[in-house]
């Protein structure tokens, strides 16, 4: 099992920035990679950004160049840093884990952080 918190939303103005924070604890072992996913309203929740056990990156197109996926291996920690916010992103984040248990894929999620940019 592995239990994922996220904090840092909130409300910003357009062209602001933020810092989310996912702390892992539990089987932290287990785990092969971490993910950003967003959830607006109405709409289908959508990745946003990725980071690999190798620290390989990736990210959603809308947000190349404005987010940065990183994370603290010694605290368990994965962090996305939001910079150059739009009103579009809006949304509930949601932070994930995936991980392999005896040869099957499970993924464990947090329970968001709402992000509001004002225009």
């Known amino acids: 099992q592995v239990q994922l918190v996220e904090s840092g939303g909130g409300l910003v103005q357009a062209g602001g920035s933020l810092r989310l924070s996912c702390a892992a604890s539990g089987n932290t072992l287990s785990i092969i990679d971490n993910g950003w996913y967003r959830q607006a309203p109405g709409k289908q929740r959508e990745l946003v950004a990725g980071i690999n056990s190798m620290g390989r990156t990736t990210y959603a197109d809308s947000v190349k160049g404005r987010f940065t996926i990183s994370r603290d291996n010694a605290k368990n920690t994965v962090y996305l840093q939001l910079d150059s916010l739009k009103p579009e992103d809006t949304a509930v984040y949601y932070c994930?884990?995936?991980?392999?248990?005896?040869?099957?894929?499970?993924?464990?999620w947090g329970q968001g952080t709402q992000v509001t940019v004002s225009s």
């Open positions: 994930n884990a995936r991980t392999v248990v005896k040869s099957s894929p499970v993924q464990y």
